[in-house]
Nanobody, 116 residues
Framework: EVQVVESGGGMVQAGGSLRLSCAVSGLTIWYLTWAWYRQTPGKERTLVARLRWMDNDAFYIDSVKGRFTITKDNAKNTIYLQMNSLKPEDTATYFC?????????WGKGTQVTVSS
């Protein structure tokens, strides 16, 4: 059984930083493309960043470029999202999953709240 557990969220002021972690068990991540997604109430979950397994090439949506960094530790089977210079519009629940996502791999997410 695959389990995905996100952690590291919290409440920060604008300009602050957080590091999210995504621990995956039951599945080896090194040969898979994983991504971070976020969702706000009443809106669809959207891609934030992805890390391609074959060459570690990273993609970011425009609004987080230069502020967020996605990495992974294959030995720990964990994906990270370093978030710097946080803005109130980054407030959301953050999830990780493959890209494209597998519906069975959604975890509970971790809440990030950025105050102005």
């Amino acid at each position: 059984e695959v389990q995905v557990v996100e952690s590291g969220g919290g409440m920060v002021q604008a300009g602050g930083s957080l590091r999210l972690s995504c621990a995956v068990s039951g599945l080896t991540i090194w040969y898979l493309t994983w991504a971070w997604y976020r969702q706000t109430p009443g809106k669809e979950r959207t891609l934030v960043a992805r890390l391609r397994w074959m060459d570690n090439d990273a993609f970011y949506i425009d609004s987080v470029k230069g502020r967020f960094t996605i990495t992974k530790d294959n030995a720990k089977n964990t994906i990270y999202l370093q978030m710097n210079s946080l803005k109130p519009e980054d407030t959301a629940t953050y999830f990780c999953n493959e890209d494209p996502p597998d519906d069975e791999y959604w975890g509970k997410g971790t809440q990030v709240t950025v105050s102005s």
